[in-house]
């Protein structure tokens, strides 16, 4: 089973940025399409952000349109969500997660998760 690893949140003020990383120590990321979930308190996880496996193709939830940016580095292994202009509905435990098998967006079942990582929007 693919594990995955987030990295990079924190505590930023609103308007600030934060840029997230989902990494895979021992599978190959190249061959999954990695999507972004989010999960704030009392509230269900949902899903902000897909890239396909190639990085050809993306997509984003409607309210992280415009301010959020998900890119990824296969030579590195690694899958990046650039968040800007954060606000303080932003805050949640942020996941990356994939699907065995699956190359193209959107993520349908998800079959692996990451442990997830906190971000809090806040001044």
């Known amino acids: 089973q693919l594990q995955l690893v987030e990295s990079g949140g924190g505590l930023v003020q609103p308007g600030g940025s934060l840029r997230l990383s989902c990494a895979a120590s021992e599978f190959t990321l190249k061959y999954y399409a990695i999507g972004w979930f989010r999960q704030a308190p009392g509230k269900e996880r949902e899903g902000v952000s897909c890239?396909?496996?190639?990085?050809?193709?993306?997509n984003y939830a409607d309210s992280v349109k415009g301010r959020f940016t998900i890119s990824r580095d296969n030579g590195k292994n690694a899958v990046y969500l650039q968040m800007n202009s954060l606000k303080p509905e932003d805050t949640a435990v942020y996941y990356c997660a994939a699907e065995s098998r699956r190359i193209s967006c959107p993520i349908r079942i998800v079959t692996s998760w990451g442990q997830g990582t906190q971000v809090t929007v806040s001044s």
């Open positions: 890239i396909s496996s190639s990085g050809g193709t993306t």
